[in-house]
Nanobody
Framework: QVQLVESGGRLVQAGGSLRLSCAASGRTFTTYSMGWFRQAPGNEREFVAAISWSGGITTYADSVKGRFTISRDNAKNTVYLQMNSLKPEHTAVYYC???????????????????WGQGTQITVSS
């Protein structure tokens, strides 16, 4: 199995940028496709972005396309989420998740993921 620890969340002003990191430990990192999800107060958890085990294929929620970028560094066992031009509606707890790579590509459903981090809070002030 794999353990996931997110970091990088904080309070930021609208229009600012943040980069979240998710460090993985345990099983070989390239065993997993990775994803980012978020959950705002009172809302259901929603998909943000996903990346294949090699990093060669990425997919995004329509709401973040062109604004957020997912990437991974397999040598560092870390997946990133670069978020630009942040808005107050981006305020949420952001979670990274890992899915066994044999589940396929472009995984957008939370139930497709096997492991989850504890989340990191992002608050965007107006």
């Amino acid at each position: 199995q794999v353990q996931l620890v997110e970091s990088g969340g904080r309070l930021v002003q609208a229009g600012g940028s943040l980069r979240l990191s998710c460090a993985a430990s345990g099983r070989t990192f390239t065993t997993y496709s990775m994803g980012w999800f978020r959950q705002a107060p009172g809302n259901e958890r929603e998909f943000v972005a996903a990346i294949s085990w090699s990093g060669g294929i990425t997919t995004y929620a329509d709401s973040v396309k062109g604004r957020f970028t997912i990437s991974r560094d397999n040598a560092k066992n870390t997946v990133y989420l670069q978020m630009n031009s942040l808005k107050p509606e981006h305020t949420a707890v952001y979670y990274c998740a890992a899915a066994m790579r044999n589940k396929g590509l472009r995984l957008k459903k939370g139930e497709q993921y096997d492991y989850w981090g504890q989340g990191t809070q992002i608050t965007v002030s107006s």
